[in-house]
């Protein structure tokens, strides 16, 4: 009954007498054999924790983010932080959430009859070609090219695969990211992946400031990639956004006020006394694991699957996040 | 590999639109479909419309969700198990839906499975997931050129199309139905023989396209997905309702024809080969003043295609 998590229990039975069968695992036991050294300690400065208000039934909310490392979208990421300190959100709401799209929250947009909230000073001012990061000079040559099947090609360490919005899709240091490779231009950027956190704006030139955010709760909206800035992913608790009830106001903004989930704070996690600090790994996309990893999730050779696809998209090979136990 | 190129025409065209803008500003995909003419739309039959009537909502107002089932040459034969299922009233007893993996899908049926199966269902197998073509067809690989038609770059089958309104993909020799967000499979056991029709599920996050091929796609959800995606999830093991949970129950399923005809919901579909569903991906890929850098092509499964409530009489 479509019961993939409980055949891969079934299939690490049948996989155990003998090595040979390794072609078969899933891409869960993969990832649960993965040596301690492929997973990367996810940095506390790197990780925002959100405390929406308890649901109807008084369960608390938490939603953790990873935020984005260099080279993509740091300016947008200090400021971020800076809002974190300052205690910025803490008190504000989601505002919105629309259907197979976006979650949204912190500073409103205009026109939907709520306060601005003025944001702490020397917030940095991001342009528009912060959307996208260089990519090594090598990636210039011509002879690269992304399949279906994703590989690692050249010294690119990580899986390459064939993407419909660019030339490439790829990893970087932990993160889906696509890229153009031509003659003169050779540019990467994070994608719109279900889960991923970007920062809500007005038209150009103003590309936000990092006070309105938006978490990706449907089918990957790459459309946006490239207009606006990616800054993170929700690694824990997605469900307390895609959840919520879809809002029946413009841009399906909440029309009721008292349909939006209150945010009690929003914290870095280094800033949070020790106990309370959520610690969290990612598989290292440029390990053996991760490489494995990315070919189960595009050939599945389990026994649920009659046919394998021979290929998977960028947003289809979420990068596996574990918690763990000090 | 045209983004480049698409950037220096997105510049060129917005400066152009700036300067016209008074004039006729590109209308954008919504307008397009609202400026559609009646023969551009396709009114679904009460045939092809399952009703599932779900138990009402705490402040009393009616819950159900509408599937259109996959039309021909597609899954047939689920389509008419299906179909049996609804007139035998077999979702009217111990239904509900019991699975809510968020980012993943939502299941309904009977949890229970303990009943013995409703007796006349056609036998099916893997070689029903697929349907195959006639005769073979030679395919041009679109991701050799990014422009949106509908021929789509894909990363699970050499092309992606929209046939009669279906996301359908192909490799020449066959031709499938797609796990896109909405979309309506029917679940099963390992064995692939298994699964017939009375426990369905729909793709309520990103696309799992690797379940194409290995399951059979009976239809899409046209009326309720919001509700599906907004149950709470799951707690139990893979977003299995836990002991203490309280599904959203099924009170009956229907055809639509079954209904009483002012109980009975009405749709349209847009016609694939209208002028209209030309004009709406073009613009799809139409800068904005939002969007400065529109991409050149789609995922398919990116695109909800489109499907309205037929208005009045």
């Given at each position: 009954m479509l019961r993939e998590g409980a055949l891969a229990l079934a299939a690490l039975a049948l996989a155990a007498p003998g090595i040979a069968q390794d072609a078969a695992r899933s891409p869960g036991e993969i990832v649960d054999a993965a040596p301690a050294g492929d997973w990367v300690t996810i940095a506390p400065e790197n990780l925002l924790v959100m405390t929406l208000a308890p649901d109807a039934e008084g369960n608390p909310r938490k939603v953790l983010i990873q935020l984005i490392g260099a080279p993509f979208s740091q300016g947008w990421v200090d400021n971020i932080r800076t809002l974190a300190r300052d205690h910025y959100w803490d008190g504000m709401a989601i505002l919105r959430v629309q259907d197979n799209y976006v979650a949204q929250w912190g500073q409103p947009d205009p026109g939907m009859g709520i306060a601005e909230k003025p944001v702490p000073e020397g917030l940095k001012v991001m342009s528009e070609a912060e959307y996208t990061a260089g990519s090594p000079?090598?990636?210039?040559?011509?002879?690269l090219r992304a399949t279906r099947e994703p590989q690692v090609i050249g010294d690119w360490p990580a899986p390459m695969l064939t993407d419909p919005y660019a030339d490439y899709g790829t990893f970087r240091d932990g993160w889906p990211i696509a890229g153009i490779q031509q003659m003169h231009i050779a540019r990467q950027w994070p994608v719109h992946c279900y889960g991923m956190v970007g920062v809500g704006r007005g038209?150009?030139?103003?590309?936000?400031?990092?006070?309105q955010l938006y978490a990706v709760i449907g089918h990957a909206p790459r459309h946006l990639d490239r207009n606006l800035a990616v800054v993170g992913r929700v690694v824990e608790g997605i469900e307390h956004l895609s959840s919520l009830p879809r809002g029946k106001g413009p841009a399906s903004y909440y029309a009721d006020p008292a349909k939006r989930v209150p945010i009690l704070s929003v914290r870095i996690a280094a800033d949070l006394p020790e106990g309370e600090r959520p610690h969290l790994e990612y598989l290292s996309t440029d390990s053996d694991s991760f490489a494995q990893y990315a070919d189960a999730r595009a050939n599945r050779r389990d026994p649920f699957f009659v046919a394998s696809a021979g290929g998977a998209d960028i947003c289809n090979i979420p990068v596996p996040i574990r918690s763990v136990a000090e | 590999m045209k983004n480049a190129i698409t950037l220096f025409a997105a510049i060129a065209l917005g400066t152009a639109a700036f300067a016209q803008e008074a004039e006729t500003p590109p209308p954008s995909p919504s307008e397009v479909l609202g400026a559609?003419?009646?023969?551009?739309w396709q009114v679904i039959s009460p045939d092809d419309l399952l009703v599932f009537q779900l138990s009402t909502a705490p402040d009393g107002s009616e819950r159900r969700i509408v599937i259109q089932l996959m039309d021909a040459p597609w899954s047939q034969k689920w389509v008419r198990n299906m179909r049996k299922l609804a007139q035998g009233g077999w979702w009217d007893t111990n239904s509900s839906v019991y699975r809510i993996a968020p980012g993943f899908v939502a299941q309904w049926g009977d949890p229970d499975e303990d009943r013995a199966p409703m007796e006349g269902l056609e036998e099916v197998g893997r070689d029903d997931f697929t349907h195959a073509l006639p005769a073979p067809v030679s395919l041009e690989n679109p991701c050799e050129d990014r422009v949106l038609d509908n021929a789509f770059c894909d990363v699970y089958a050499p092309v992606a199309m929209f046939k009669s309104g279906w996301p359908i993909a192909t490799d020449g020799t066959e031709d499938w139905p797609l796990h896109c967000p909405g979309m309506v499979g029917v679940a099963r056991d390992v064995d692939p023989a298994t699964g017939h029709g009375d426990t369905l599920y729909t793709i309520i996050g990103h696309a799992p396209r690797r379940l194409d091929r290995n399951l059979a796609v009976v239809g899409r959800v046209v009326e309720g997905l919001d509700l599906l995606r907004t149950q709470p999830p799951g707690t139990g093991e893979m977003g299995f309702y836990a002991e203490g949970q309280d599904p959203l129950t099924i009170q009956r399923a229907r055809l639509a024809s079954d209904l009483a005809p002012e109980a009975r919901p009405r749709y349209k579909v847009l016609k694939t080969d209208s002028d209209t569903f030309v004009q709406w991906m073009g613009a799809l890929v139409q800068p904005s003043p939002f969007y400065a850098d529109p991409p050149?092509?789609?995922?398919?499964?990116?695109l909800t295609y489109p499907v309205r409530e037929v208005e009045g009489e």
């Open positions: 000079n090598w990636l210039t040559s011509s002879t038209n150009p030139p103003d590309t936000g400031d990092g006070s | 559609a003419p009646a023969e551009a050149s092509d789609f995922d398919i499964c990116a």
